[in-house]
């Protein structure tokens, strides 16, 4: 396929940007499947928060762009192929990973009416409602904004301008692969959807993984790739569920046992790589020192936020305090990664615990230099669950730079939670 040609010549209609209610990232549907069993009723408000204020997208993308790709999203439902798939498939080894209720439910489901204005150069994009209906539209709002940025970019490139700028974008990601293919029993998937260049570009680079990683190449994160391309769908769970359960708590006692409330749930309904724990919400080292003894037997543990060597000693720290052999552990890396970092966490931990790595936005949208002004370098976007049933919820992660919520509650959660000082650490993206 020739990108640059499809997008010198493209309409939205013809390359519309999110194309399928399952171009979206599998955890997204393994914790809607959760929350529709134990929290349907839950009123949720998400809101989309630029990190990159210096990028002023309403300046950029144009609104009448970004409401006809918004409309075009809740025309769409599942196909009798994507449902067939859902309900046939094998995920994490497990037939029927989705349930016959929930299927039905999801079956007949559209995404429900969104709000969106435009203050100082930023738009303001919420979604209301029932948690199972609106947690769905995070990553195709995500995916919306960035390629609609990605294409005001490159709007004025010519034909030419833009072979070239994809050349340079294609020989990057290959000599990447290449550096990756030398680290011997290497394990990494593709996290890029919710902050992608585009949804071809994302595809063209999990084929890239594929061709240039073999085995080592796990899967996707997302469903409609992974179901075309015949490959794993990979994802397990996100701060979203520590989030609205917190938010939910009736006193600081019920607070500091919201996070092991939601892995009490998702035990009942997964088992193997399916446990993972996402313990930095609230603080890593807090977390852990409280964790029950059960989950000291989970498969492993996810780092994405905070020093990924200081986060993973301390689980190996953890697990050996409770009698577990970390080599049998799984450690998952997903924050900000690229190649660098990527040889360096495996070189210091793959023969002390099983690793893997989630790679995002460095693979699925790393134009950073290569067109005028670095119009496309990437920018940090998201798009997060900011209150349940009215309160306000609160993210602290293990870097303060990434800490979400009124200044007030912060500084509760902090309390509750026992959080000190922490190291304030760039986000990249």
């Excluded at 309900?87 to 299927?103: A, L, S, W």
Aim: net charge negative.
């Amino acid at each position: 396929m020739d990108i640059a040609a499809r997008v010198y010549d493209h309409t939205w209609k013809i390359d519309p940007i999110v194309r399928s209610l399952v171009d979206d990232d599998f955890y997204k549907l393994l914790m809607c499947q959760s929350i529709f069993r134990n929290r349907p009723d839950t009123n949720v408000r998400f809101s989309l928060i630029n990190r990159t204020t210096r990028i002023r997208l309403a300046d950029i993308i144009a609104e009448e762009d970004l409401r006809a790709q918004l409309d075009h999203i809740r025309t769409l439902s599942l196909t009798r192929g994507e449902s067939t798939w859902l309900r046939g498939n094998t995920f994490y080894g497990k037939r029927q990973m989705f349930r016959p209720d929930f299927m039905e439910w999801f079956e007949n489901f559209r995404l429900p009416p969104y709000q969106l204005e435009v203050k100082d150069g930023q738009y303001e994009l919420t979604f209301d409602g029932k948690w199972p209906e609106v947690m769905l539209w995070e990553i195709p709002a995500l995916a919306i904004i960035m390629e609609l940025r990605s294409r005001a970019a490159m709007r004025h490139m010519g034909r030419f301008e833009l072979q070239v700028l994809y050349a340079r974008a294609m020989t990057r990601i290959w000599e990447k692969i290449e550096r990756l293919r030398k680290i011997k029993g290497l394990k990494i998937a593709d996290f890029g959807t919710r902050r992608r260049h585009s949804y071809l570009w994302q595809d063209w680079c999990v084929q890239a993984m594929i061709e240039g990683l073999g085995d080592a190449f796990t899967g996707t994160s997302n469903c409609l790739i992974a179901m075309r391309r015949n490959i794993e769908a990979i994802g397990t769970n996100a701060h979203e569920l520590p989030m609205v359960y917190s938010a939910l708590a009736d006193s600081d006692a019920e607070l500091l046992q919201a996070p092991y409330d939601v892995l009490a749930d998702w035990h009942d309904e997964h088992e193997g790589n399916l446990r993972i724990i996402l313990p930095d919400t609230y603080g890593t080292a807090g977390f852990l020192k409280r964790a029950p003894d059960w989950l000291a037997k989970w498969t492993g543990i996810r780092i994405d936020s905070g020093d990924p060597v200081a986060g993973t000693e301390l689980a190996i720290d953890w697990w050996k305090s409770h009698g577990e052999d970390p080599r049998e552990k799984l450690v998952i890396f997903s924050d900000g990664l690229d190649v660098e970092q990527i040889e360096t966490l495996h070189a210091r931990f793959s023969s002390r615990v099983k690793v893997s790595f989630g790679w995002g936005t460095l693979l699925t949208n790393d134009f950073r230099g290569l067109a005028p002004d670095n119009a496309l370098e990437p920018l940090s976007l998201v798009c997060k669950a900011v209150s349940a049933d009215g309160r306000p919820t609160v993210k602290l992660s293990d870097n303060p730079t990434k800490a979400l919520g009124p200044a007030a509650e912060i500084e509760r959660y902090k309390r509750v939670f026992g959080v000190g000082d922490q190291a304030a650490q760039a986000v990249v993206v």
